[in-house]
Each structure stands twice: as C-alpha cells, then as structure tokens.
C-alpha cells in the first residue's frame, strides 16, 4: 500500500516568508509525528499527534512554528518569518497508534532551504 | 532531552566482517526499543524493533537484544555486505516529557568496502 507522502520534495524561500509543509500519512493511521533533521544529525522532534490533536508540541523551537491536523488525517506545518537557521529536512511520521511498540514510518521528508 | 548514546562513525569494514554498533539510552520503564537506517539517498526505514525487556530483534542478517540490566540495544550483523553501508539510528522513545515520540542520536554511518 501506499507509504507516508509529503510535499514539496523540496523548497526554497527566502529568509522572512511563511512556508507551509504537507504530510499525507498511511491511511488509518491515528498517531503523526513531525521531526526535523539537520545534516550530519540524527531527526529531532517536533510535534505529534493523536487524531486530531496536538498532544506534544513540546518540540517546537519556537512560536513562528505550528502545525494542524484538522480531519485527523493530512498534517500541515507552518513556519511563519523563516529564518536560515530552519534550513533543514522535515520529516514526517506515522504510526497505528502512539507510542508502545507502534512502529513509525517516515515520509521521504520535505528539504527546505531558506536563502 | 537526548536520551540516547550511539557510536560516532565513520565504521569502516571490509565486505563479511562482524559488525558492532553500541548504543545504550536512559528511560523510564522499558519501553520498546527501535533501530532505523538511512541507505544514501533514500528516508528512514524501520530495521528492526524490540518490544520487551530480553527480546531479540532480527531483520536482514542484523541482531540486537534489549538488554534491561545495562539499557543497552547494541545492533550485530555477522557478515556486513556492501550494501549494508547505510546511517544506522537507534531510537528509543523520548524520556520527557512525552514518551509517544522517537528520540534520535546522530547516527553511525557504516561504510562496507569490497
């Protein structure tokens, strides 16, 4: 079947705009997760959910970075006033349910570069 | 934070050497314990998963047993194969302040030569 799907492949914008980020997960998966990942590291956690809702944002660095959820299917980030330092490739996870011995499957993660 | 300690790479092996990638991690509980690997190119992909303290996960030639009593999840593969050069995560769940969400060391990248 079909595995998680994100868009773009890739985005270039420049320092100050707002991007937004698409995750299509595995159909009838409940739990979604966002991480980033700079080069040369490991992902970083960003936010998941369950359903609908956020139930960690913990990982947001900040307030300029959001993300929905609003049918408990598609996900969308947001990064409002980008800044070079967000340069990095998003991924994006899903899973049956969250956490236990539900295993994520990540999309092929969106590159964004901010110029 | 970062709960999770894994050998730094480069490692280097010639095509059938016995390969060891350490990782030990901090939790609470025991929870179910994952490795995932980036083949050049290409995303994460799950190799292989522990569920329970002493379980034995096995995928594609690779081992690593979940040990309680050191939080160790060490991955082994007898005899690597080119194809194996990859960037091998090992990923326990986060410690705080939620626990439904992966947390990732920097990776060990494998190069296999022929």
């Known amino acids: 079947g079909a595995g998680v799907s994100q868009t773009p492949s890739n985005k270039v914008t420049e320092k100050g705009k707002y991007v937004e980020l698409r995750c299509d997960p595995i159909?009838?998966?409940?739990?979604l997760y966002w991480y980033r990942q700079s080069l040369g590291q490991g992902p970083e956690f960003l936010i998941y959910?369950?359903?609908?809702?956020?139930?960690?944002d913990s990982g947001l660095p900040n307030d300029r970075f959001f993300a929905v959820r609003p049918e408990g299917s598609v996900s969308t980030l947001k990064i409002q006033r980008t800044e070079r330092g967000d340069s990095a490739v998003y991924l994006c996870a899903s899973s049956l349910r969250a956490g236990g011995p539900n295993e994520q499957y990540f999309g092929p993660g969106t590159r964004l570069t901010v110029t | 934070g970062n709960s999770v300690t894994q050998m730094e790479g480069p490692v280097t092996l010639s095509e059938e050497a016995f390969l060891t990638i350490n990782c030990t991690y901090t939790a609470t509980g025991y929870p179910s314990l994952f490795w995932y690997v980036q083949y050049p190119g290409e995303g994460l992909q799950l190799l292989l998963k522990a569920t329970k303290a002493d379980d034995k996960g096995s995928n594609k030639g690779f081992e690593a047993t979940y040990r309680k009593e050191t939080t160790s999840f060490h991955l082994e593969k007898g005899s690597v194969q080119v194809s194996d050069s990859a960037v091998y995560f090992c990923?326990?769940?986060?410690?705080?302040?939620?626990?439904?969400?992966?947390?990732f060391g920097s990776g060990t990248r494998l190069q296999v030569q022929p």
């Open positions: 990923a326990p769940p986060r410690t705080s302040p939620g626990r439904r969400a992966l947390t």
């Open positions: 959910f369950q359903g609908t809702g956020a139930a960690d």
């Open positions: 159909s009838g998966h409940t739990a």
